[in-house]
C-alpha cells in the first residue's frame, strides 16, 4: 500500500464490504459482509508523539512535522546501513522507533525443535574420559617449551632424573682430595665473612701507588713531546 501512497490503520476509517457470491463459495464464507479499514493517503498521517508541555510539563500528545535520521552506519557484514535514531531538529528529544513484533515461525515435521536442540543429552561421568586421552596431543604441539601440564609418567620420569643428579654430585664431594676440600673450606668461610673494607693504611697504600703510576706517565708523555 505504502507504494501506491496510501496505508491502512488498523480500527481507523473502517467500511463494511461486500463479498462476492463466488468469494463465499470459494472460501465457505457465510458472511455477506466485511469489516475491513478503508485506505487513507500518505499525506493525512501523522507522527504523534507525547511531549512534556513546556508549562504544566505533563505529557500530551504533540504532532512531529519534522524529523532527522543520527546515529546510522554501514553495518559491513550485513552489507546494510543501519536504522539509527529519529531526532527532532534543534532539540535533543530522539523519538524511538516503533516495536517490531517477533516473526512468528510456523513449525513442519521435519523440523527441529529448540527443546530438542536445547536438551543435553552429554552427561559426562568422572569414572570415564569424555574423549580420547591422546586427543590433547592434536590440539596443542606435544613438544612445545610453552607446555605448562605433562603426564605423571613424564614428570615422575624427571623427578628420577633430577635425583640421580643429585645423587651424583653428592658422590662426588666425597671423592675431593684435601687440597679441594680445604678450598671449598676457605670458599664458605669467604661467603660467610662478606666483603671486607679497606683500612685507612691500605686505602692510603693504593693511593700512593696510582700517584705514582700517573707520575711515570705524565713523564713519559712529556719527553715524546719534546
Known sequence: ???QGCVR??????????????MRSEQGLQEELSALS?????????????LPDPATGIPRDVVIERLININFSFDKVKKEWTVGDRLIPGTNIIIPWPPKADPI??????????????????????????????????LRNKYSKFRTRHDWEYVEKKELEDAKVEKRK???????TPLQELAEVRRQKRVEEGEKELSEEQLARIGEVIARERGKAVG???????
Request: aromatic letters at 8%; hydrophobic letters at 40%.
Open 1 to 3: 500500500m505504502r507504494d
Open 9 to 22: 490503520v488498523k480500527g481507523v476509517d473502517v467500511v463494511d464490504v461486500i463479498i462476492p457470491d463466488w
Open 38 to 50: 478503508h485506505a487513507l493517503p500518505l499525506d493525512s498521517v501523522r507522527l504523534v508523539y507525547p
Open 105 to 138: 515461525y510456523e513449525d513442519y515435521q521435519d523440523d527441529t525443535l529448540r527443546i530438542t536442540v536445547e536438551e543435553q543429552t552429554f552427561r559426562p561421568f568422572l569414572l570415564h574420559p569424555p574423549m580420547p586421552l591422546t586427543i590433547i596431543d592434536e
Open 170 to 176: 653428592e658422590l662426588a664431594k666425597g671423592m675431593r
Open 220 to 226: 713519559v708523555v712529556k719527553g715524546i713531546a719534546r
